[in-house]
């Protein structure tokens, strides 16, 4: 089961950070600094593998990242996940946001972050795989931007009238 998904910069500034267990704001505060110190002192060449640290479970979890450009994409699991799994599910989480995004950037996930979560959510519920086949999570989103451009419509419509 996924624990948490966190998305930092090379400065371990939070960029996205979902957690499906409870954790106290001050907790999940030092679980993304402990989480960025462990993955950004790795070298380039190693393992995108590492045991959880101690704030998150240790052992008993794993920390499955990558790091594209700017942007350390980091999923916190339990031992029932696979790690190469895992791996394709954050590749599929990149290029759906590279596709719904046109060549995604780090100001995209800042400026968008409600997008950003309903992209996240077509995909793990409740630290659970749903969907991993990008372009019907594309669909989704296209779907659900649709119906927010015809509420606005209607409610600019609704305004115009009074």
Do not use: W
Request: with cysteine; glycine share 4%; aromatic share 10%.
């Amino acid at each position: 089961m996924i624990k948490a998904i966190l998305i930092f910069n090379n400065h371990g500034k939070p960029r996205l950070s979902k957690f499906y267990e409870h954790y106290s704001e001050d907790t999940e505060q030092q679980i993304i600094r402990e989480t960025f110190h462990l993955v950004s002192k790795r070298d380039e060449n190693v393992c995108n593998f590492l045991e959880g640290g101690m704030l998150i479970g240790g052992s008993d979890y794993k920390l499955i990242y990558r790091h594209y450009a700017t942007l350390y994409f980091v999923f916190c699991v339990d031992s029932s996940e696979s790690e190469l799994g895992i791996l394709d599910l954050i590749q599929v989480f990149v290029e759906t946001l590279d596709k719904c995004f046109e060549n995604v950037c780090e100001l995209d996930l800042i400026f968008h972050v409600d997008k950003v979560h309903n992209i996240l959510a077509e995909m793990v519920m409740g630290g659970m795989v749903l969907e991993t086949n990008m372009n019907e999570i594309i669909t989704q989103v296209d779907a659900q931007n649709k119906m927010e451009k015809s509420e606005t419509f209607i409610f600019q419509s609704t305004r115009q009238d009074r």
